[in-house]
């Protein structure tokens, strides 16, 4: 079962706007991160927040957590053509090891246009 | 650094055939496992090693047998494929299981089960 739900499922935006999207998850996490996925390609990772970070910065990307509504933003701004892509939150638990697995969201289709 | 590849990147089976996605990788990573994407779905851990000899379920591992008998390789069984196998197959690596290591993933292995 996914832990996150991200939101929207579909965003089409203009070259030079921000891009906005939303995850929520349903349980406690150790940390939260960021995958973008180009289209017939695998995952890259963009940026993890730890549960005890309310908002992180990476180049043009901005993440912010909110551990008591546990939901996560990532915000790209100034987004440009080559942003097009699939963007996934995934969750760690709070129980760390072998137990603990990555569970990721159903993510968001990104459409950026020139 | 290749990272981590796949093969083969396109697969046509018929039902009841068996055979082998391939993984490797060459950042000597403790940690590999695989995932399956479906439309919809987002993506879904089949099986995962922490190391050479040591591998465990995840939470779709039916159909599915692996092993790990080097730190490099980690290689997904297909005994007796069925249509709902079709899928899209995902290798990743990390250094450690330790919750806050980033997965790097491989290109994918697109798997059609007639």
């Known amino acids: 079962s996914q832990q996150g739900e991200e939101d929207p499922q579909a965003l089409s935006i203009q070259e030079g706007e921000n891009a906005t999207m939303n995850c929520s998850y349903k349980t406690s996490i150790n940390n939260l991160q960021w995958y973008r996925q180009n289209s017939g390609r695998g995952l890259v990772h963009l940026i993890l927040i730890r549960s005890n970070e309310r908002e992180k910065h990476s180049g043009r990307l901005r993440v912010t957590l909110d551990t008591s509504k546990k939901s996560s933003s990532l915000l790209i701004t100034a987004s440009r053509a080559a942003d097009t892509a699939s963007y996934f939150c995934?969750?760690?638990?709070?129980?760390?090891?072998?137990?603990?697995?990555?569970?990721f969201g159903t993510g968001t289709l990104l459409a950026v246009q020139p | 650094n290749a990272g981590v590849t796949q093969t083969p990147k396109f697969q046509v089976l018929k039902t009841g055939q068996s055979m082998t996605l391939q993984c490797a990788q060459d950042m000597n990573h403790e940690y590999m496992s695989w995932y399956r994407q479906d439309p919809g779905m987002g993506l879904r851990l089949i099986h995962y090693?922490?190391?050479?000899?040591?591998?465990d379920q995840g939470e779709v591992p039916n159909g599915y047998n692996v092993s790990r008998s080097t730190t490099e390789d980690f290689p997904l069984r297909l005994l007796s494929a069925a249509p709902s196998q079709t899928s899209v197959y995902f290798c990743a690596s990390s250094r450690s299981d330790s919750s806050y290591n980033e997965q790097f993933f491989g290109p994918g292995t697109r798997l059609t089960v007639l």
């Open positions: 995934a969750t760690r638990g709070i129980y760390g090891g072998a137990t603990n697995k990555l569970i």
């Open positions: 090693s922490v190391g050479a000899g040591i591998t």
